[in-house]
């Protein structure tokens, strides 16, 4: 199954993508991922990724869509993967249709998980992550037991800087502006599946599962 996730900063798309892929035996493709691991490993990909990210920007299609088509030529692609977080924009999008073309394929599914601002500006600037092991949590809804103390590995909790609220804004302004208009260039062509995120993470992948026709999901804490 070939399918591609939408939606704003921090309805969780991410964390649901991991599920989905897990699930269907398919390769999980996150451009924002590819970026982060770029800029841990100091690359100079990585640093020219950093200077848009810390300031809530998009990364120039021009440093994303040859990541993402050389992602999709890969063996374990050819029976299916979940796009996540690409394509960002309506170049991008008819980059990906050129390079499906291409390879003989089609989107079989989008997943549009939809959240309003407030919360998900609420939702992004409670975010903390663990420096050692990633583990993520929220200072309201995920606590800690000890904190800004990791529960799994003692490691320091950190905010991530493009988590802090004034980022947040200029992210889902940069959506709305640039983002969002990608649902109605989908509409008519792929099926496409709205999801509400304001229900418990759990409640939302029992939506995502069930709209791609998996009865049920096990969700690790």
Avoid: W
């Amino acid at each position: 199954m070939r399918l591609m996730l939408l939606g704003a900063p921090g309805v969780g798309k991410g964390s649901q993508a991991v599920l989905l892929a897990k699930a269907l035996s398919v390769p999980h493709i996150s451009t924002g991922d590819i970026f982060r691991c770029h800029i841990v490993n100091n690359t100079e990909l990585g640093k020219e990724a950093q200077k848009y990210m810390d300031k809530g920007m998009l990364v120039p299609d021009e440093l994303t869509v040859s990541i993402v088509a050389s992602r999709l030529k890969q063996d374990d692609c050819q029976d299916g993967f979940i796009l996540d977080g690409f394509p960002r924009t309506i170049n991008q999008a008819v980059f990906l249709d050129k390079v499906l073309d291409e390879l003989k394929m089609q989107l079989d599914m989008i997943i549009n998980i939809v959240l309003d601002d407030r919360s998900i500006i609420n939702r992004l600037s409670g975010r903390r992550i663990c420096a050692k092991c990633g583990a993520v949590y929220h200072i309201e809804d995920k606590a800690p037991a000890n904190e800004g103390i990791c529960d799994l590995c003692k490691g320091e909790l950190i905010q991530r800087e493009d988590d802090n609220e004034e980022t947040i804004v200029r992210r889902l302004k940069v959506y709305h502006e640039m983002t969002k208009p990608l649902i109605d260039n989908y509409k008519g062509r792929v099926k496409m599946v709205d999801v509400e995120s304001n229900k418990s993470f759990e409640v939302t992948t029992q939506k995502v599962f069930s709209a791609v026709g998996l009865k049920s999901a096990k969700v690790e804490a």
